[in-house]
């Protein structure tokens, strides 16, 4: 059993007796590894084959165990999965694979499997990899690509299966030419540099030395500690103030490329003639060898050889000798013997790192910083910039995707049962992806002047385009659409609300309603909104197309049933209500949905709809209405305020924390006068029907903000023996009386809510993934009241009154998203409910301010939310629905608290995150004036502006030769990102920091009391490299990692050489898996309860559900390895926990970046296991990494970094380097004093540790004065009689004890001198087993003593599981900062 106690007294209750019942096992997916790494990706540049079979430095055999067949019996609460699951059971077999000149190998398949992805696995290994065009025969019979191999006459275990190559034609050529460009690349990281094909940078092996499973076999855990270099370089050392960014990207010795061409490129001889194409010639290359040879090469059908063609004349008769292979590699091999040598030394290389360095990832990750990188010449890239081609457009016949149709059917796919949701999500998550990046790529392109307008003849910001079926608008308010709600501003902000708007109904996923693929990319100053276009749209004016919804914000409506029908199953998750507008005939309009909504067949007869903008209710605090009073909450704060625009929203997690705190109530209150109800009458209750079934509340809670209901909770305690945690608020006990008599139904949060085929039994799904059909609803989601009795009705009615429930009979809170927009007229009979919802709105706009931030704020007191740069805390405000436009109040909230000094991690991060959102609105307006040929310039002078100490920072404009003489009248052409004037060139520092000052003013109504950016960093004891990192990757610029000297009065701190690139800041939907989810926290749950076996099972299960849907790499299947490392590891099998650990760095490196907060924790986590393993030196590098990432990231100040700080010294005083280690622990004691009070149990703890390093230098007396602090604070917190207490006591006796003999033995000295007779003093170095005691309770893990049997079990169970993530499966999840077994994962924002 384990609980991150970090923050928690370590008893965890009732779990000390751990149940490991023997109750079979779960049954697992037997898709093997490799078939989930490449089921996702149907393309040949599958970066994802990877795993095959075992070259990959793992064992053949494990891989061959991985298919065994799960049987037995899951959880009884997932019985509705249970038989799902086995579906999908069938073993694999093993076949024989014969390719022309290598041995014939085996290869573990499983029946699902298709042959194409055989195919795969060949173009990966290593002595297959230069084959693309092959056909695989079995007995003279040529197997179908996309055929399953269950579906295969005659093909069993044993079965030879023939490589058998076939003639080319011209796409297999290029496909063979780019293929092996790939393999030639595949160590250069330029292309994770570029942000291209979904690469990203990973350095964990530079700390690691290559795989770590490895190493820990061959070093001797003897004689490594003579050879550990403890010493850390020394801007790492605690109080160092130097902040270098090189160390940000280690040198990797693998990268210095291993040349094995000069060049590869297609010839200017192409396409050949028609003479020659009668011959068989499909294209021509041509290459120089590294020995300087000139070669032009002819690809024919049947192969690649040597022409007699030269730069300038043409003569296409073969070379003498003439070579015909059918590899381009063979070819080249034979001319070139460097290129045989680099060649095989790469591919040994290639296969030889971990699988997770070269999976492609599911989006692009970009990196802000990047080396000076040689531009070399690459025919791949040139000729993918000059055609519009994205992903692989040549396997898909019709070139161009139609990103509707697919991103429709996909949903469109039936999902009954498992098998069925797993092949729907998993279709559903690789089209989003694929069109995201599309979109990506389109926005870009619009910006950057490559794609014609549809629209040419109007105003550059009025323009839209059409690229590769995707629609791009610009954000810009475009014939005055939103005059009334703000203009641009609005128009700038309505694009992510309609974002979020499809992602909230994606999550319903309600059958027969359609939402339109949606990206927004923000890329050079300007919003680019991409969609899927609707079919039929474009030929008809959308006055026709509309009919739901209205086109003027209101003032003409229309309405439609099938829309209202649909629009209804999403109201309850939603919470929207439904109501009647009047339009401009003053008629009563019916809606679902706010007024822009629109609904509008598409000629394929689908129901989509579109402008979601509205889709949750406003927020009053930012929306002034004339006549209208906010409650007194809200008015103390200030509010409302003057937003901006008029658009500003509630968020859906807030939504679903005030219904949930409403619901509280509710209960309370019904609960309390029932019970009265009860004590005069005991014999109502027992005629109560037996047909309801009260589920626990605990099920329903919304994933949003378990905190919102605790004070709740602590105000229900009264009625009922609440719970004190605040996970079920109610125990199902308490609650089964006053449901029953209620006859509600429970709020369900989001995406827990299955789409309602029927409305008339919603099914909700309870955590653990079983369907309970509720009570059948009447009109509007209220239950009729099963009790007759009218006083149970009244105390119902009462109640459901009293917290603003829209039916009498039940609790049903939703909103009208319409109230308080302009132009929207409502019925006059509706008037008493208008003003009933008006009062709702306030109540929550009162609730986000009055119970939700501080509820943050306390979280964060208490270190259960622990942000580390601005995203991690966005992510913490967004968790509890709260907007950033609320940090001011935020940031003034902090500075008011008594307790600020505890929470000044969190005020400098606010100041440091406000500070860069305000320069990246500036920047937002300051780049759309500059044109391209000034871009390095400005975005370096913009930053000297900002960042420099140089006063008079002087935009370089470009160098005259290159301005053009004649201005040119060309203003109809010009492109969006095209501004021509330089007025970008007079910003000073003093005016953007002015700027910056108003901006917060005016935004944040927060006041910046400092004159400049350096006053600032004095001020709130910022950093500027920090606000560089921020500020990079909000705006997408990428600069030269180098050491930048801010403070420099005399020169600039940055020229235009060092901004390398912009690149695309890009937000859209995360599809979900839910299954696996649900697994997932069913897992969490069994673990916390201490169930680690059943724990174990169901999140290696949801390991597997993630890798069906996500392929490897997702961030969820993080969280996932995370979990199960932490479990390994309290089993006891400390290299699986390293196994596991290290692909969850590894991915969180890929997938959220090298210095994302995530990764750093991961880090952490990993140089624990390390050292269990016995590598110590490995264990400090990765912890002066995760230490250098930290000060990068946050700086020193940090509660986190007593953490990392008493890690960093406990492995040093293990090593017996005593000064080194004191630095570390007496900050960690320095810093835990400060973020947790002097008197807490963490700070008893970082005493001891200190005590214990100079116990160990013989210092006894400063030994025993920070054992007795730590002594004083155990007897006044836990009492004179708890254990801890009496450790600390009995190691003060001994210290003492020590320190009596060493001065007797002094005394000796001073008396006797050279012939004292000395008693031998005992000087222990530390043992590494009470180190890691120390290690595994200041990481928040305690381990409960299990019989050997029960050990044993577990140990087997595991070991029956690792090969599933042997074959290269892998997973994690969740930005989290909290990383431990109570890990929730994050609602997506």
Same mark, same amino acid.
């Given at each position: 059993?384990?609980?991150?106690?970090?923050?928690?007294?370590?008893?965890?209750?009732?779990?000390?007796?751990?149940?490991?019942?023997?109750?079979?096992?779960?049954?697992?997916?037997?898709?093997?590894?490799?078939?989930?790494?490449?089921?996702?990706?149907?393309?040949?540049?599958?970066?994802?084959?990877?795993?095959?079979?075992?070259?990959?430095?793992?064992?053949?055999?494990?891989?061959?165990?991985?298919?065994?067949?799960?049987?037995?019996?899951?959880?009884? $609460?997932?019985?509705?999965?249970?038989?799902?699951?086995?579906?999908?059971?069938?073993?694999?077999?093993?076949?024989?694979?014969?390719?022309? $000149?290598?041995?014939?190998?085996?290869?573990?398949?499983?029946?699902?499997?298709?042959?194409?992805?055989?195919?795969?696995?060949?173009?990966?290994?290593?002595?297959?990899?230069?084959?693309?065009?092959?056909?695989?025969?079995?007995?003279?019979?040529?197997?179908?690509?996309?055929?399953?191999?269950?579906?295969?006459?005659?093909?069993?275990?044993?079965?030879?299966?023939?490589?058998?190559?076939?003639?080319?034609?011209?796409?297999?050529?290029?496909?063979?030419?780019?293929?092996?460009?790939?393999?030639?690349?595949?160590?250069?990281?330029?292309?994770?540099?570029?942000?291209?094909?979904?690469?990203?940078?990973?350095?964990?092996?530079?700390?690691?030395?290559?795989?770590?499973?490895?190493?820990?076999?061959?070093?001797?855990?003897?004689?490594?500690?003579?050879?550990?270099?403890?010493?850390?370089?020394?801007?790492?050392?605690?109080?160092?103030?130097?902040?270098?960014?090189?160390?940000?990207?280690?040198?990797?010795?693998?990268?210095?490329?291993?040349?094995?061409?000069?060049?590869?490129?297609?010839?200017?001889?192409?396409?050949?003639?028609?003479?020659?194409?009668?011959?068989?010639?499909?294209?021509?290359?041509?290459?120089?060898?590294?020995?300087?040879?000139?070669?032009?090469?002819?690809?024919?059908?049947?192969?690649?050889?040597?022409?007699?063609?030269?730069?300038?004349?043409?003569?296409?008769?073969?070379?003498?000798?003439?070579?015909?292979?059918?590899?381009?590699?063979?070819?080249?091999?034979?001319?070139?013997?460097?290129?045989?040598?680099?060649?095989?030394?790469?591919?040994?290389?290639?296969?030889?790192?971990?699988?997770?360095?070269?999976?492609?990832?599911?989006?692009?990750?970009?990196?802000?910083?990047?080396?000076?990188?040689?531009?070399?010449?690459?025919?791949?890239?040139?000729?993918?910039?000059?055609?519009?081609?994205?992903?692989?457009?040549?396997?898909?016949?019709?070139?161009?995707?139609?990103?509707?149709?697919?991103?429709?059917?996909?949903?469109?796919?039936?999902?009954?049962?498992?098998?069925?949701?797993?092949?729907?999500?998993?279709?559903?998550?690789?089209?989003?992806?694929?069109?995201?990046? +599309?979109?990506?790529?389109?926005?870009?392109?619009?910006?950057?002047?490559?794609?014609?307008?549809?629209?040419?003849?109007?105003?550059?910001?009025?323009?839209?385009?059409?690229?590769?079926?995707?629609?791009?608008?610009?954000?810009?308010?475009?014939?005055?659409?939103?005059?009334? @709600?703000?203009?641009?501003?609005?128009?700038?902000?309505?694009?992510?609300?309609?974002?979020?708007?499809?992602?909230?109904?994606?999550?319903?996923?309600?059958?027969?309603?359609?939402?339109?693929?949606?990206?927004?990319?923000?890329?050079?100053?300007?919003?680019?909104?991409?969609?899927?276009?609707?079919?039929?749209?474009?030929?008809?004016?959308?006055?026709?197309?509309?009919?739901?919804?209205?086109?003027?914000?209101?003032?003409?409506?229309?309405?439609?049933?099938?829309?209202?029908?649909?629009?209804?199953?999403?109201?309850?998750?939603?919470?929207?209500?439904?109501?009647?507008?009047?339009?401009?005939?003053?008629?009563?309009?019916?809606?679902?949905?706010?007024?822009?909504?629109?609904?509008?067949? $598409?000629?394929?007869?689908?129901?989509?709809?579109?402008?979601?903008?509205?889709?949750?209710?406003?927020?009053?605090?930012?929306?002034?209405?004339?006549?209208?009073?906010?409650?007194?909450?809200?008015?103390?704060?200030?509010?409302?305020?003057?937003?901006?625009?008029?658009?500003?929203?509630?968020?859906?997690?807030?939504?679903?924390?005030?219904?949930?705190?409403?619901?509280?109530?509710?209960?309370?209150?019904?609960?309390?006068?029932?019970?009265?109800?009860?004590?005069?009458?005991?014999?109502?209750?027992?005629?109560?029907?037996?047909?309801?079934?009260?589920?626990?509340?605990?099920?329903?809670?919304?994933?949003?903000?378990?905190?919102?209901?605790?004070?709740?909770?602590?105000?229900?305690?009264?009625?009922?023996?609440?719970?004190?945690?605040?996970?079920?608020?109610?125990?199902?006990?308490?609650?089964?009386?006053?449901?029953?008599?209620?006859?509600?139904?429970?709020?369900?949060?989001?995406?827990?809510?299955?789409?309602?085929?029927?409305?008339?039994?919603?099914?909700?799904?309870?955590?653990?993934?079983?369907?309970?059909?509720?009570?059948?609803?009447?009109?509007?989601?209220?239950?009729?009241?099963?009790?007759?009795?009218?006083?149970?009705?009244?105390?119902?009615?009462?109640?459901?009154?009293?917290?603003?429930?829209?039916?009498?009979?039940?609790?049903?809170?939703?909103?009208?998203?319409?109230?308080?927009?302009?132009?929207?007229?409502?019925?006059?009979?509706?008037?008493?409910?208008?003003?009933?919802?008006?009062?709702?709105?306030?109540?929550?706009?009162?609730?986000?301010?009055?119970?939700?931030?501080?509820?943050?704020?306390?979280?964060?007191?208490?270190?259960?939310? *622990?942000?580390?740069?601005?995203?991690?805390?966005?992510?913490?405000?967004?968790?509890?629905?709260?907007?950033?436009?609320?940090?001011?109040?935020?940031?003034?909230?902090?500075?008011?608290?008594?307790?600020?000094?505890?929470?000044?991690?969190?005020?400098?991060?606010?100041?440091?995150? *406000?500070?860069?959102?305000?320069?990246?609105?500036?920047?937002?307006?300051?780049?759309?004036?500059?044109?391209?040929? +000034?871009?390095?310039?400005?975005?370096?002078?913009?930053?000297?502006?900002?960042?420099?100490?140089?006063?008079?920072?002087?935009?370089?404009?470009? +160098?005259?030769?290159?301005?053009?003489?004649?201005?040119?009248?060309?203003?109809?052409?010009?492109?969006?990102?095209?501004?021509?004037?330089?007025?970008?060139?007079?910003?000073?520092?003093?005016?953007?920091?002015?700027?910056?000052?108003?901006?917060?003013?005016?935004?944040?109504?927060?006041?910046?009391?400092?004159?400049?950016?350096?006053?600032?960093?004095?001020?709130? $004891?910022?950093?500027?490299?920090?606000?560089?990192?921020?500020?990079?990757?909000?705006?997408?610029?990428?600069?030269?990692?180098?050491? #930048?000297?801010?403070?420099?009065?005399?020169?600039?701190?940055?020229?235009?050489?060092?901004?390398?690139?912009?690149?695309?800041?890009?937000?859209?939907?995360?599809?979900?898996?839910?299954?696996?989810?649900?697994?997932?926290?069913?897992?969490?749950?069994?673990?916390?309860?201490?169930? @680690?076996?059943?724990?174990?099972?169901?999140?290696?299960?949801?390991?597997?559900?993630?890798?069906?849907?996500?392929? +490897?790499?997702?961030?969820?299947?993080?969280?996932?390895?995370?979990?199960?490392?932490?479990?390994?590891?309290?089993?006891?099998?400390?290299?699986?926990?390293?196994?596991?650990?290290?692909?969850?760095?590894?991915?969180?490196?890929?997938?959220?970046?090298?210095?994302?907060?995530?990764?750093?924790?991961?880090?952490?986590?990993?140089?624990?296991?390390?050292?269990?393993?016995?590598?110590?030196?490995?264990?400090?590098?990765?912890?002066?990494?995760?230490?250098?990432?930290?000060?990068?990231?946050?700086?020193?100040?940090?509660?986190?970094?007593?953490?990392?700080?008493?890690?960093?010294?406990?492995?040093?005083?293990?090593?017996?380097?005593?000064?080194?280690?004191?630095?570390?622990?007496?900050?960690?004691?320095?810093?835990?004093?400060?973020?947790?009070?002097?008197?807490?149990?963490?700070?008893?703890?970082?005493?001891? &540790?200190?005590?214990?390093?100079?116990?160990?230098?013989?210092?006894?007396?400063?030994?025993?004065?920070?054992?007795?602090?730590?002594?004083?604070?155990?007897?006044?917190?836990?009492?004179?009689?708890?254990?801890?207490?009496?450790?600390?006591?009995?190691?003060?006796?001994?210290?003492?004890?020590?320190?009596?003999?060493?001065?007797?033995?002094?005394?000796?000295? #001073?008396?006797?001198?050279?012939?004292?007779?000395?008693?031998?003093?005992?000087?222990?170095?530390?043992?590494?087993?009470?180190?890691?005691?120390?290690?595994?309770?200041?990481?928040?893990?305690?381990?409960?003593?299990?019989?050997?049997?029960?050990?044993?079990?577990?140990?087997?169970?595991?070991?029956?599981?690792?090969? &599933?993530?042997?074959?290269?499966?892998?997973?994690?999840?969740?930005?989290?900062?909290?990383?431990?077994?109570?890990?929730?994962?994050?609602?997506?924002?």
């Amino acid at each position: 059993m384990v609980s991150k106690t970090d923050d928690i007294p370590a008893s965890v209750p009732n779990c000390t007796a751990v149940d490991l019942a023997e109750d079979g096992e779960t049954p697992e997916s037997a898709e093997s590894g490799r078939t989930a790494l490449k089921k996702p990706c149907p393309c040949e540049h599958s970066a994802a084959a990877v795993v095959m079979n075992g070259d990959a430095g793992h064992d053949q055999a494990e891989e061959a165990e991985s298919k065994q067949d799960g049987s037995g019996d899951a959880d009884p $609460g997932d019985d509705g999965n249970e038989q799902e699951v086995i579906v999908i059971q069938d073993t694999g077999f093993t076949v024989k694979i014969q390719a022309p $000149g290598t041995e014939p190998f085996d290869l573990q398949v499983s029946p699902q499997e298709m042959v194409q992805e055989i195919h795969q696995v060949l173009m990966d290994r290593e002595d297959t990899c230069h084959r693309t065009c092959f056909s695989l025969q079995l007995d003279g019979n040529v197997l179908d690509n996309f055929a399953e191999l269950k579906s295969i006459e005659g093909l069993q275990e044993g079965s030879l299966l023939k490589v058998v190559e076939e003639p080319y034609t011209v796409r297999e050529a290029r496909i063979h030419v780019r293929h092996i460009r790939d393999l030639l690349k595949s160590l250069d990281p330029s292309d994770a540099y570029n942000g291209v094909d979904c690469n990203s940078l990973s350095f964990l092996s530079v700390f690691t030395d290559g795989d770590l499973g490895d190493s820990g076999k061959r070093k001797k855990k003897g004689s490594e500690l003579e050879q550990i270099d403890c010493t850390p370089p020394e801007h790492i050392l605690p109080g160092s103030k130097e902040r270098p960014l090189v160390p940000l990207q280690p040198q990797n010795k693998d990268w210095k490329p291993l040349q094995c061409l000069k060049v590869l490129t297609m010839s200017g001889w192409n396409p050949p003639p028609g003479n020659r194409k009668m011959h068989g010639d499909l294209m021509y290359l041509s290459v120089v060898t590294v020995e300087e040879r000139n070669v032009s090469i002819t690809a024919s059908t049947r192969g690649f050889y040597l022409n007699q063609s030269t730069t300038y004349t043409f003569n296409p008769k073969p070379a003498n000798p003439s070579f015909l292979s059918h590899s381009l590699v063979e070819l080249l091999s034979q001319i070139s013997p460097a290129f045989k040598k680099n060649f095989t030394t790469l591919q040994k290389k290639r296969v030889q790192r971990h699988p997770f360095e070269r999976i492609a990832t599911p989006f692009q990750v970009y990196s802000w910083t990047a080396p000076q990188i040689d531009h070399a010449m690459d025919c791949v890239r040139a000729e993918d910039a000059y055609t519009s081609r994205l992903g692989y457009e040549e396997h898909i016949p019709g070139q161009t995707r139609d990103w509707n149709e697919e991103l429709q059917t996909t949903r469109e796919l039936p999902r009954k049962n498992l098998p069925e949701r797993l092949l729907r999500e998993r279709a559903i998550f690789k089209v989003h992806s694929d069109f995201a990046a +599309a979109a990506t790529r389109g926005a870009m392109a619009v910006i950057d002047g490559n794609v014609m307008a549809i629209n040419p003849g109007e105003e550059t910001r009025m323009q839209m385009f059409i690229w590769n079926n995707i629609f791009f608008s610009l954000g810009f308010d475009v014939r005055d659409h939103y005059k009334e @709600l703000g203009g641009d501003a609005a128009a700038h902000a309505a694009p992510t609300n309609d974002l979020n708007g499809v992602r909230a109904y994606g999550a319903v996923d309600v059958e027969g309603l359609y939402t339109l693929g949606t990206v927004v990319v923000d890329y050079r100053g300007y919003r680019v909104t991409a969609q899927s276009i609707i079919p039929g749209i474009l030929e008809r004016e959308q006055e026709q197309s509309v009919i739901y919804g209205s086109i003027d914000f209101g003032k003409t409506v229309v309405s439609h049933p099938k829309y209202l029908e649909l629009l209804e199953k999403t109201s309850r998750p939603l919470k929207v209500q439904r109501h009647c507008v009047l339009n401009e005939k003053d008629t009563a309009v019916e809606l679902c949905s706010s007024v822009e909504c629109k609904g509008i067949i $598409g000629n394929d007869g689908r129901h989509y709809i579109l402008d979601l903008l509205r889709t949750f209710p406003p927020d009053l605090n930012f929306l002034p209405v004339e006549g209208e009073e906010l409650g007194p909450e809200s008015q103390k704060q200030g509010f409302p305020r003057q937003h901006r625009h008029r658009l500003a929203c509630l968020r859906q997690e807030l939504i679903e924390a005030f219904v949930e705190h409403r619901y509280l109530l509710f209960m309370k209150m019904a609960a309390l006068q029932l019970m009265q109800q009860k004590a005069n009458k005991e014999s109502k209750t027992a005629a109560l029907p037996e047909s309801i079934s009260a589920e626990s509340v605990s099920d329903s809670k919304p994933t949003a903000a378990p905190e919102a209901s605790e004070k709740a909770s602590e105000a229900a305690t009264p009625a009922f023996d609440s719970p004190t945690s605040s996970e079920s608020t109610l125990t199902p006990e308490d609650t089964a009386e006053s449901e029953a008599a209620l006859g509600h139904e429970t709020p369900t949060s989001e995406g827990q809510e299955t789409s309602a085929t029927d409305s008339s039994a919603v099914p909700t799904v309870t955590a653990n993934g079983t369907h309970e059909p509720t009570i059948p609803e009447s009109q509007n989601g209220g239950c009729d009241s099963p009790l007759e009795d009218p006083k149970s009705r009244e105390v119902v009615l009462n109640a459901c009154k009293a917290v603003g429930s829209i039916s009498n009979t039940s609790f049903d809170i939703r909103f009208n998203p319409d109230i308080f927009s302009p132009g929207v007229r409502f019925p006059e009979d509706s008037a008493e409910e208008i003003q009933k919802q008006k009062q709702l709105l306030k109540d929550a706009a009162a609730f986000l301010v009055s119970c939700q931030i501080p509820s943050l704020i306390k979280d964060c007191l208490d270190h259960t939310a *622990l942000p580390m740069d601005g995203a991690t805390l966005t992510e913490a405000l967004h968790q509890r629905g709260i907007n950033v436009r609320y940090l001011g109040n935020v940031l003034e909230f902090v500075d008011k608290m008594p307790a600020k000094p505890q929470l000044e991690h969190v005020y400098r991060i606010g100041i440091t995150e *406000l500070i860069t959102r305000c320069t990246k609105h500036i920047f937002k307006t300051y780049l759309q004036g500059v044109e391209l040929s +000034a871009l390095s310039a400005a975005v370096s002078h913009f930053l000297n502006c900002f960042l420099s100490s140089f006063p008079d920072a002087v935009a370089h404009l470009p +160098a005259d030769e290159l301005v053009s003489r004649k201005k040119n009248k060309r203003r109809r052409n010009r492109v969006p990102g095209g501004g021509d004037n330089t007025a970008w060139a007079s910003l000073t520092p003093s005016e953007l920091w002015k700027n910056i000052a108003s901006e917060a003013l005016s935004y944040y109504h927060f006041t910046l009391q400092c004159e400049s950016p350096d006053q600032a960093v004095e001020k709130y $004891g910022l950093q500027k490299i920090t606000l560089l990192r921020e500020i990079s990757v909000k705006t997408g610029i990428q600069i030269l990692i180098k050491e #930048y000297n801010f403070d420099s009065r005399h020169k600039p701190a940055f020229t235009e050489e060092d901004i390398l690139n912009i690149f695309p800041v890009v937000k859209h939907v995360n599809p979900k898996a839910s299954d696996a989810f649900h697994f997932f926290q069913s897992g969490q749950a069994k673990v916390q309860q201490g169930f @680690l076996k059943e724990g174990c099972e169901l999140i290696n299960e949801a390991l597997n559900l993630f890798n069906n849907v996500y392929g +490897a790499m997702h961030v969820e299947i993080c969280a996932c390895l995370r979990l199960l490392a932490r479990l390994n590891y309290i089993i006891g099998d400390h290299p699986e926990a390293l196994s596991n650990q290290q692909k969850a760095v590894l991915m969180s490196e890929r997938v959220l970046g090298i210095e994302h907060p995530n990764t750093i924790q991961e880090y952490m986590h990993l140089a624990l296991y390390c050292f269990a393993n016995g590598q110590l030196s490995t264990a400090l590098k990765l912890l002066y990494r995760a230490r250098y990432l930290m000060l990068l990231v946050s700086g020193e100040d940090h509660p986190e970094m007593a953490l990392l700080d008493s890690n960093i010294g406990l492995v040093l005083h293990g090593v017996m380097e005593y000064d080194l280690s004191l630095r570390f622990l007496e900050n960690a004691l320095s810093i835990n004093s400060k973020y947790h009070g002097p008197r807490s149990l963490k700070v008893a703890l970082s005493h001891h &540790l200190v005590a214990r390093v100079y116990e160990s230098k013989a210092e006894f007396r400063s030994a025993l004065q920070h054992e007795k602090e730590g002594y004083t604070i155990y007897k006044n917190q836990v009492g004179e009689a708890h254990e801890k207490t009496k450790e600390s006591s009995e190691y003060l006796k001994y210290l003492t004890q020590q320190a009596v003999a060493l001065q007797r033995t002094m005394n000796e000295i #001073y008396k006797n001198g050279s012939n004292a007779s000395i008693m031998p003093l005992k000087f222990t170095a530390p043992s590494m087993a009470s180190v890691l005691e120390q290690l595994n309770i200041i990481n928040g893990i305690i381990f409960i003593p299990l019989s050997q049997k029960d050990l044993e079990n577990l140990k087997a169970e595991v070991q029956r599981r690792q090969q &599933l993530q042997d074959s290269g499966k892998a997973e994690e999840q969740q930005e989290d900062s909290q990383l431990a077994l109570d890990d929730k994962l994050p609602v997506d924002d």
